[in-house]
C-alpha cells in the first residue's frame, strides 16, 4: 500500500512539475520576452526582431495592408516609411514580414500565420540567392574551381569554368536544414518536423530529438537570444552606449558610418538636456586631441586625450539651450584598413566613433526594421567604374593580400556559373515549395506579386543569357492564376554602383525601389 502511494506520489509531483514547467515556459517566458521594451537597433538579433515584429502586425479594416516578404534582400529595397508616405492618401499600409535568408520553403511554412494578419496583398521580393544555390555545388568544388576563376574576375575577363556534374542535392539541403538552419530551429521546429520527419530521420537521431525539444520547449528554441531585448535596454538605460551593432542617433551634415564612425571633422545638430552635453567618443589612438565649437563659434571644448578608447565629454553650453548645432574636430585621422579591413576594399578615413544614441536624448523603440543612410552606402555612388570593381573584388572576393576564406557569395556565383552551363531549366525543392505557398494564398483571397529583385551586374552577366535563368524566369511568370502577378525590377538597376555587394542595394538605391515597389502595391490593390 504503501508503494502505491509513492508510485501515486511521484506521478502527482510529476505531473505538477510538468504544469509548473509548461505554463513558465509557455506563459511568463512567452510574455516577458516579447513584452520587453524592444529597443534593438536595425539588423539586430534577427530571429528576436522578426518573431516580435510579427506579433504587433495588424491591419485595420479600413486599410489595404500589404506585408512586405522575403530575405535581407527585401529589407535591403525597401523603405516602409517611405512607401507608407506615398501609399497613406490610398488607404493602403505596408508591414514588413522579413528576415535574412528567408526561402521560398520559409513563406511555404509562414502561410498560415501570414493569412493570420488578413493582408490583402503579399508582396514577396524574392532573389535567386534565397533559393538556397549553395546546394548545387559543393564547397571543395567552389573553393577550386574558383581558385582557377578569381585571376579573370579581378581584370574582367571572360572564363569557362568546366563543371562535371549539374544536380541539386536535396540530401545535403536536408542535412543542413535539419542539423543548424535557424528558421527550422527557431521559428517553426513543430511544422518542419511534421512536414519532413522521415527526412529528419535520416539525417539523424540527433536531429530529430533536437528539433522535437525545441518544438515542445520555447526556452530551447529561443535561448540564443533570449537576452538580446534586455541587454539593449540595459545598454542603453544603464550604460553609455559603447556596446553596439549600428548607429541610432542624430546624423552629422558630413553622414555617418553605420558602426559610428565619424568623418575627422563633422557639423550635428544635437539635442542637449538643460544645456548640458555630455555623450561618449571613442578614440582609436592616445594623444587625440578634441574640439567642439558652438553656433557663435565660440570653443566649448578643447582637450587632448593621452589615452586611447571611451572616454565621456561634458560641458555646458552658456546659453542653456535643448538643442544645440555644433562643429566637431579631431585631429587624428584613422584609416577603416587599421580599424576593420574587411569592411571596405578601398580605404576610408575615420575621426572618432560616436556613442550609439549619439546626440539624440529620446530612446526609440522597434527601430530595428528602420534602416539608416550611411556613408558605407553613399561611397559607393562616387565612385568610377574602375575603383567601384576594385572595391568591390576586394571586399567581395577577399583580393587583398591573401585570398580570404571561402565565402558564401563566391559559393554563390560558382553555383550561377553551373547553371550557366545547363541546357535546359530545371527546379528543386525550394521553387516547389514557393508554388505551393502561392496557391495557398491564392486559396485564401490573398493577393500576391512576386517581384524578381535586381541583381548586381557583375553577378547577373554570368548566367543572365543560360536557358536556365530564361527558363526560370518564364517559370516565375506562370506560378499564380488570377490573384497572381510578376514583376521583374532587374532592367530598373542596371548599374553595378547601386548595390553593395551581388544582391543587396544601397540606401541610395532603395530610395528608388522603394518608390517602384510602392507604385507597384498601388497598381494592384486599386485595381477594379
Not at 7 to 33: G, M
Not at 304 to 331: N, Y
Amino acid at each position: 500500500m504503501n508503494q502505491k502511494k509513492l508510485k501515486f506520489k511521484i506521478l502527482y509531483l510529476s505531473i505538477l512539475f510538468i504544469a509548473l514547467f509548461s505554463f513558465i515556459d509557455r506563459i511568463v517566458l512567452d510574455n516577458l520576452l516579447f513584452g520587453f521594451p524592444n529597443e534593438l537597433e536595425w539588423d539586430t538579433s534577427p530571429w528576436f526582431n522578426f518573431l516580435e515584429k510579427r506579433r504587433r502586425i495588424q491591419f485595420s479594416e479600413n486599410e489595404k495592408g500589404a506585408l512586405i516578404v522575403g530575405s535581407s534582400v527585401a529589407l535591403y529595397s525597401s523603405l516602409p516609411e517611405r512607401m507608407n508616405e506615398r501609399l497613406k492618401d490610398r488607404s493602403i499600409r505596408t508591414e514588413f514580414y522579413s528576415h535574412p535568408a528567408l526561402t521560398p520553403s520559409d513563406l511555404y511554412f509562414y502561410k498560415e500565420d501570414i493569412a493570420s494578419k488578413k493582408p490583402k496583398l503579399v508582396f514577396f521580393v524574392l532573389n535567386p540567392a534565397d533559393l538556397q544555390l549553395d546546394f548545387l555545388i559543393t564547397e571543395k568544388e567552389a573553393e577550386a574551381r574558383f581558385a582557377q576563376y578569381k585571376q579573370n574576375l579581378l581584370y574582367q575577363e571572360k572564363s569557362i569554368i568546366d563543371f562535371q556534374n549539374l544536380e541539386y542535392s536535396e540530401k545535403a539541403l536536408d542535412d543542413v536544414s535539419a542539423k543548424t538552419r535557424h528558421q527550422n530551429r527557431m521559428i517553426y521546429p513543430a511544422q518542419y518536423l511534421r512536414e519532413k520527419y522521415k527526412d529528419i530521420l535520416k539525417t539523424g537521431k540527433s536531429a530529430f530529438l533536437s528539433l522535437l525539444s525545441r518544438s515542445l520547449f520555447l526556452v530551447i528554441r529561443y535561448r540564443s537570444f533570449l537576452y538580446d531585448p534586455m541587454d539593449a535596454w540595459i545598454e542603453n538605460h544603464l550604460r553609455s552606449g559603447r556596446s553596439y551593432h549600428y548607429y541610432t542617433g542624430i546624423i552629422p551634415e558630413e553622414g555617418v558610418y553605420l558602426r559610428g564612425w565619424a568623418k575627422p571633422e563633422f557639423s550635428i545638430d544635437c539635442e542637449l538636456k538643460n544645456g548640458v552635453f555630455e555623450e561618449s567618443v571613442f578614440f582609436q589612438e592616445k594623444g587625440t586631441t578634441l574640439r567642439i565649437w558652438g553656433e557663435g563659434k565660440p570653443i566649448l571644448f578643447d582637450k587632448t586625450f593621452p589615452k586611447s578608447g571611451w572616454h565621456t565629454i561634458k560641458f555646458t553650453v552658456p546659453e542653456k539651450l535643448d538643442r544645440s548645432k555644433l562643429r566637431i574636430a579631431s585631429d587624428k585621422k584613422i584609416s577603416s584598413l587599421q580599424v576593420d579591413s574587411r569592411i571596405f576594399g578601398t580605404e576610408e578615413i575615420y575621426g572618432i566613433r560616436l556613442s550609439q544614441n549619439f546626440c539624440r536624448n529620446e530612446i526609440r523603440k522597434h527601430i530595428s526594421y528602420i534602416r539608416i543612410p550611411g556613408l558605407d552606402d553613399s561611397r559607393l555612388s562616387n565612385m568610377d567604374d574602375l575603383t567601384y570593381s576594385k572595391d568591390y573584388t576586394e571586399r567581395i572576393y577577399g583580393y587583398k593580400g591573401e585570398s580570404s576564406k571561402m565565402s558564401r557569395l563566391v559559393t554563390l556565383r560558382m553555383a550561377k556559373i553551373k547553371l550557366a552551363s545547363s541546357p535546359k531549366f530545371f527546379i528543386w525543392s525550394e521553387l516547389e515549395y514557393l508554388k505551393k505557398a502561392i496557391v495557398y494564398l491564392e486559396a485564401q483571397g490573398i493577393q500576391v506579386v512576386l517581384v524578381n529583385s535586381p541583381e548586381n551586374p557583375l553577378e547577373r552577366e554570368v548566367y543572365e543569357s543560360s536557358p536556365w535563368y530564361k527558363g526560370y524566369i518564364s517559370y516565375l511568370e506562370t506560378l499564380g492564376k488570377d490573384k497572381y502577378k510578376f514583376k521583374n525590377a532587374v532592367s530598373d538597376f542596371t548599374d553595378k554602383r547601386s548595390f553593395l555587394d551581388p544582391h543587396h542595394l544601397t540606401y541610395q538605391a532603395s530610395e528608388k525601389s522603394s518608390d517602384l515597389y510602392a507604385d507597384w502595391i498601388l497598381e494592384t490593390l486599386t485595381e477594379k
